[in-house]
């Protein structure tokens, strides 16, 4: 089955900066990317996704880059804000987002 | 705003207990699933359902069961809690939608269960 490698477990940036979350996958026939993003006491909600016939996504000050032959896709956010902290899930899936497999999450810290 | 509920958000009880976790959504949802969410934050799919007395086992091997007798309801219930079953048990519905016109989850903010 689908295998999601997800680097790396934690992160920690000052306000302003950038930061990249990345994740591998192991099904070539992997069709749709998601990234959810989890605040302190909610539920996963989805932030930007992504399918297997595009290269890249933007939406504001998140983007999202897929590189189908070495089989990674990334998370960029760009001018970390603190309301940016919470926890990063990367997803694939082979059947457009039905079973998904979830990476192991990233807590990203944004400190002021 | 999720339109997707669980209660209670956190509940602990004695082992032997039985306890059910509710999850209701009023988005009309015809595919639900249970998450497992471990403390260092991995989600483990327990059960899902696509539709009305449809249920399926997930990847991760639960004890648990679920039901699924009206659209807008999914409970899950523990015939006899143990510490083991100390975890965040997350909710979620799902339809087609956005650019992409894939399959995207609604979660709810979670049930937190501690058996002492």
């Known amino acids: 089955g689908e295998n999601v490698e997800q680097h790396p477990s934690t992160l920690s940036v000052q306000e302003g900066d950038s930061a990249v979350i990345k994740c591998t996958y192991s099904?070539?026939?992997?069709?749709?990317f998601p990234w959810y993003k989890q605040e302190l006491g909610k539920g996963p909600q989805l932030i930007i996704d992504?399918?297997?016939?595009?290269g890249e996504k933007k939406d504001q000050r998140i983007a999202v880059t897929l590189n189908k032959t070495a089989k990674h896709f990334s998370l960029h956010i760009t001018e970390t804000q603190p309301e940016d902290s919470a926890v990063y899930f990367c997803?694939?899936?082979?059947?457009?987002?039905?079973?998904?497999?979830f990476g192991k999450g990233t807590s990203l810290l944004v400190t002021p | 705003e999720a339109d997707i509920y669980q209660t209670p958000r956190y509940l602990v009880i004695g082992t032997g207990k039985k306890i059910t976790l509710e999850c209701s959504q009023t988005?009309?949802?015809?595919?639900m699933y249970w998450y497992q969410q471990d403390p260092g934050m991995e989600l483990h799919l327990i059960h899902y359902?696509?539709?009305?007395?449809?249920?399926e086992k997930g990847d991760l091997s639960s004890e648990s069961t679920v039901s699924r007798i009206r659209t807008e309801h999914f409970p899950l219930t523990l015939e006899s809690a143990r510490p083991s079953h100390t975890s965040q048990y997350l909710c979620?519905?799902?339809?087609?939608?956005?650019?992409?016109?894939?399959?995207?989850?609604?979660f709810g903010a979670g049930s937190r269960l501690t058996v002492l």
């Open positions: 979620a519905s799902s339809e087609r939608k956005g650019a992409t016109g894939a399959n995207v989850l609604t």
């Open positions: 099904d070539s026939a992997s069709n749709y």
């Open positions: 992504i399918r297997s016939n595009v």
């Open positions: 997803a694939a899936s082979i059947n457009s987002g039905y079973a998904l497999n």
């Open positions: 988005m009309g949802h015809d595919k």
């Open positions: 359902s696509y539709g009305v007395n449809s249920t």
